[in-house]
Each structure stands twice: as structure tokens, then as C-alpha cells.
T-cell receptor, first 111, second 114 residues
Framework: DAKTTQPPSMDCAEGRAANLPCNHS???????VYWYRQIHSQGPQYIIH???NNETNEMASLIITEDRKSSTLILPHATLRDTAVYYC????????????FGPGTRLSVLP | DAGVIQSPRHEVTEMGQEVTLRCKPI?????LFWYRQTMMRGLELLIY????????DSGMPEDRFSAKMPNASFSTLKIQPSEPRDSAVYFC????????????FGQGTRLTVV
């Protein structure tokens, strides 16, 4: 079972920041937080991941709370092409560990 | 690198026929995953290989499903005999096990069993 809880859907205006929350209250100390997205009918696309520090790359920023029980994915300037289902996953990168996908958040970027 | 390559992209077959889905992982990756996606059940892991060895096949629905990885650059998922309820999009993903690394997904095979 997925170890995360996400809102089923969110809307965001084009050009504004999209902030997608994720709760992972049972996260263990050695589990990473990963974010993927899936644009309609395509394969899931990796966005970003982190352990406890905030992370930023060319796609997004990941903010993890100090207690690590929740995180927020930030798309700084959402475009229509960011409309997708966003998945938050917690995972230990150990032998035999896989990526377990929950239902995710369906983000709609509106013009 | 061309990424994870899956073939065919679309497959339509009749119930009872054998279906083989193919996957070429990213060169240098040593972990390979097969997932199935349906509207009802979302993305489900079917099987996971590490260094060509199946590690976790608990997600394989039943004996009609089998997966092989004869070498580091090729894997197959076979369904025999196929049934209409097997209709889904099947994704293959690969990663490098040995660090906190991400998995990269192929574009999927859309299977329709009629």
C-alpha cells in the first residue's frame, strides 16, 4: 500500500505557482520522498526527490518539513503543459525496494 | 540514451491468444520494473528484477503471466492465455540500484484483449 496521502485534485492558474501537498506521517528515517508526474497516456516522469533537505531542480522545488511527515512540491510558474497527475512516493533505496504509486493528485492548470 | 524502449506501443489480440510485451532498459541500469495501469486499480507493480534476477513477483496476477530477463538489455512480459480483463497499459521502468536514484519509465504498451 502507498504510504502517502494526497488531495485527489487541484486547480492552478497558468503562470502562478502550483503547490502540491503530500502527507507521509509514517515515513522512516531512511526513506526518501520522490515525486513523479504522468501526463495523459504517457509513462510516469521523474520530477525530484529528497531525504530531509529542500531540493530544487529545473522542473520544481521540494520542501520537506523538519519532522519529515509532509512535503510540498512547488512548480514555480505553472503552464498548461503541467496539467497531469502528480504522485508522491516514499521509498527506501535498498535492495528489493520498489516504487509504490498511490492515486496521486490530478493538477489542472487553467488559462 | 533513447530511454526505456517498449514494444509494441499498441497491441490488440483475441482472448486466448499469447501476448508478449518487450522492454529494453536504459544502458547501465541494473533494476527493471514491470507495471500495469488500469482506471480501476491505478499503477500496480507486477514484477521487479535486479541484475536480471526476479526479486519480487508478488504482483503478478496469476500463472498466466510470466516475465523474463535473459540479459541486462532485454526483458519480456508474457500473458498466455490472454483474457479481456488483462486489457491495460503496461509500463516498463529501469533504474540503477546502488544509490538514491530514480526510475525512468517507457511510454507503455496499450493492450486490448477482445
Amino acid at each position: 500500500d502507498a504510504k502517502t496521502t494526497q488531495p485527489p485534485s487541484m486547480d492552478c492558474a497558468e503562470g502562478r505557482a502550483a503547490n502540491l501537498p503530500c502527507n507521509h506521517s509514517t515515513i522512516s528515517g531512511n526513506e526518501y520522498v520522490y515525486w513523479y508526474r504522468q501526463i495523459h497516456s504517457q509513462g510516469p516522469q521523474y520530477i525530484i526527490h529528497g531525504l530531509k533537505n529542500n531540493e530544487t531542480n529545473e522542473m520544481a522545488s521540494l520542501i520537506i518539513t523538519e519532522d519529515r511527515k509532509s512535503s510540498t512540491l512547488i512548480l514555480p510558474h505553472a503552464t498548461l503543459r503541467d496539467t497531469a497527475v502528480y504522485y508522491c512516493i516514499v521509498r527506501v533505496d535498498n535492495y528489493g525496494q520498489n516504487f509504490v504509486f498511490g492515486p496521486g493528485t490530478r493538477l489542472s492548470v487553467l488559462p | 540514451d533513447a530511454g526505456v524502449i517498449q514494444s509494441p506501443r499498441h497491441e490488440v489480440t483475441e482472448m486466448g491468444q499469447e501476448v508478449t510485451l518487450r522492454c529494453k532498459p536504459i544502458s547501465g541500469h541494473n533494476s527493471l520494473f514491470w507495471y500495469r495501469q488500469t482506471m480501476m486499480r491505478g499503477l500496480e507493480l507486477l514484477i521487479y528484477f535486479n541484475n536480471n534476477v526476479p526479486i519480487d513477483d508478488s504482483g503478478m496476477p496469476e500463472d498466466r503471466f510470466s516475465a523474463k530477463m535473459p540479459n541486462a538489455s532485454f526483458s519480456t512480459l508474457k500473458i498466455q492465455p490472454s483474457e479481456p480483463r488483462d486489457s491495460a497499459v503496461y509500463f516498463c521502468a529501469s533504474s540503477f540500484h546502488g544509490g538514491n536514484t530514480e526510475a525512468f519509465f517507457g511510454q507503455g504498451t496499450r493492450l486490448t484483449v477482445v
